[in-house]
């Protein structure tokens, strides 16, 4: 071999090297980028951020290597797409229409709902949800008389906050978010008793009002205010059928993602 063609060679096996050197990843350069960025959105100070689209458990290294959070503040928030709610609630017996026995009202007193739903997560704003409910009420002054009421119901909330927030590769809960629902449901009424009411009812509308407080990623508190409308029964013992009667609970209940 000439000296001249070794020289080329040796040339060009050296700019292979440098050509390879310059293009191989830069661990420090990537971890600037990635405090740069927690930096711009304000990060760098919350507790919970993941880096969504790092590469699994290097872009967690990165973030707890250059000090940016601690290892226990990182949590991989991953939005869900289903959840199932139970609780129960109070009834309101100033906002409920009276019971009627023997041509007098009684007020609701010491009435109480327990409650279970099944809901999908459409969008970060908007839900779906299945609703079942079991109502006891009573009455104030009037003993040994009570009324129960099963319910099943379709219902569409919207957020008015954004459950989560997403920033580049950042993606934050809100801990605290509030709601409006409205949908529609059926039922069957029994007042107990000689004379009670009883049969099937329609409940439409139904409205709620609440706020959501999310305690873990997974686990949340929802408080709201319910009111149902309901047409075709009555409401009380020795009572013609139908008409209309609005009845008004406060609800509390925990709801756990999946």
Same mark, same amino acid.
């Given at each position: ?26 661990? =420090? ?63 309101? &017996?100033? =906002?409920? /229409? ?6 007098? /009202? ?36 009037? /003993? ?16 008015? =906050? ?20 409205? &949908? ?8 107990? *008793?000689? *004379? ?13 009002? *609440? ?29 013609? =059928? &139908? &008409? ?15």
């Amino acid at each position: 071999m000439s000296i001249k063609k070794f020289s080329g060679l040796a040339i060009l096996l050296g700019m292979m090297v440098a050509t390879d050197a310059s293009a191989r990843y830069d661990d =420090a350069k990537f971890q600037a980028e990635i405090l740069t960025g927690l930096d711009l959105i304000g990060a760098a100070d919350t507790i919970e951020v993941t880096p969504t689209n790092a590469p699994g458990e290097l872009g967690r290294e990165v973030y707890e290597i250059e000090g940016a959070v601690q290892p226990d503040d990182i949590q991989m928030y991953i939005p869900t797409s289903m959840y199932l709610r139970m609780g129960g609630g109070l009834n309101l &017996g100033f =906002a409920t /229409d009276m019971a009627q026995y023997n041509g007098t /009202d009684y007020e609701s007193s010491g009435s109480y709902t327990t409650q279970i739903g099944l809901g999908w997560n459409l969008s970060s704003y908007v839900r779906t949800e299945i609703d079942f409910q079991e109502s006891t009420f009573k009455f104030s002054d009037l /003993d040994n008389r009570q009324a129960t009421y099963q319910t099943i119901s379709g219902m569409l909330y919207f957020d008015l =906050a954004r459950r989560y927030v997403q920033n580049g590769d950042i993606t934050r809960r809100r801990t605290f978010v509030p709601f409006v629902g409205v &949908g529609a449901g059926m039922g069957v009424y029994d007042f107990q *008793g000689g *004379g009670g009411a009883d049969g099937f009812v329609i409940a439409v509308p139904q409205a709620t009002a *609440g706020f959501n407080v999310m305690l873990t990623d997974m686990i949340g508190i929802d408080v709201a205010y319910q009111y149902q409308m309901m047409i075709g029964n009555g409401f009380g013992w020795n009572v013609r =059928a &139908g &008409g209309v009667d609005n009845i008004s609970n406060i609800m509390a209940s925990v709801r756990v993602n999946f």
